[in-house]
């Protein structure tokens, strides 16, 4: 294949040194003997010849549409005219000599030398042999592998043309990993190609009982195994596999006899002790109540193993009580916990895989957690409710007493929080604002006002001493007074000064 590509490389390069510009079409053919195989060589001026080289034949064709079929190969001229600027060929009947490089040349009127296109034409030869495969063997003397030992494993699939395509599987997954770059050799003879790879694998317990696989694929062999496959079956001996948690049966019904079954993976096979509350039972053997029965494991397959413990009949407390299993073998050791409930298996979780489940659980949390930060953000005025709340002086009033000297000032400050909406309303002018402060004022403490303002006066003419007021508002007016915010640069201030009673003298 390599020296085909460089006569098209060398085709291509002269044709870059021509005049006039050949397309072919196909660029390449694989056909079987006795198919037929088509080449179009198309130019964009009229043509005076066409003169086609096929492999295996002495001479090249001359062809037009006028001659018919040229012997020994039958070829006719294929296109739509040389004044259309088409030389073809079309064979009925390929044989295998015709494999190789096709060539059309051409001949045009207004150019001193002749063009030339090719195509690659592929006579399809089965490999002479089915895939041959090549293992590594164990170090185990019983020819199983250990859990974690690596193999080399070599398919070699032998004189083929073109070369065959190599896909290797594990049982029935395709293997993708750990291969090396197939290799392809050619017998120069007789044009074939034989193609060989390598594959290095760390054995893994889920390989056991499984067989490797070789598969070649070629247009000729079809997919017949015993023409395409090489197999060698793998042999891992591990320990007895962990549960992911423990075992939990559903479905037994108090009084009558219930079944507790446990599948473990282990090669070989494992010897199996249950533990009843303090009494230890092997396999085929009875509790000293008769109560409780195990029986011998079964093979299930691929180095997995169910054992079995019968309750006879199961009462309140078997509900209530833990069962465990311990499964030991040549390699390792492993303990196993089971509970039973009376209850019927909920539905959902029966349908529903491990990886669902704990889907659904991530997502219930991730919920929560957003919740949480929502929450904690409005408390705090944090993130997008920052400005949510707002601080409204509602009173501040400086008074000085007369007797002892320096003023005594008050603060009230209360907090309200402003729901978003108002952040985004429109604040009307400045006099409108004024007039509905001093409304909500005049309606919700008018009286409470004029009845304070009075008693003052009232003591004040009396002679009384009056050192400081303040006017306190009951809850129900904090409640009924709207809130108001005003913008920090529009503040209005009043001030109502009442003299003491010095001073009222002295003003007389």
Known sequence: MERVGVVLLLVASLQGLLAVH????P????????QNVSMLCRVSVPIQYCRIVVPG?????NLNPVRGPTPPSNAVYLGDGLEKGHCGVSIPSVEDKYNGVFKCTVGVATEAHESEGAMVVVVARAPKVPPVMELTRPRDPQDSYQEGERFLATCEVPEGRPAANITWFIGDDPVTEDLARPEIFENRKDNLFSIRQNLTR???WSDNGKELRCVASHPIIGMDPARTTARKRINVKFAPKPAPGDLEQFGFIEGEEGLIAVRI???PKPSFLWTVGRENIDEGSLDTTGHFEVGFAEPKGYGEWETKLHIRPVTKDDVEREYRV????????QDYVVRISTSSQPRAMAEMGAGAIVGIVIAVLLVLLIIFIVVFARATGRWCFAGGAATLRTGETDTESADQGPAQKKNIKKKAKLPLTSMFKKAKDKVAGDTEILKAAVVTEEKDVEKAAQQVAQDVEKGKECVYAELTHSQAAERARPVVVRPEDDKTEYAEIVHTKDEKKSDK
């Open 326 to 333: 311990q499964a030991t073998n040549t390699i390792g050791q």
């Open 27 to 34: 660029a390449e053919s694989v056909v079987s003997v006795g």
């Open 265 to 267: 993976k282990a090669n």
């Open 202 to 204: 760390e054995v893994r």
């Open 22 to 25: 050949v397309e072919v079409f």
């Open 57 to 61: 034949l002495e001479a090249p064709l």
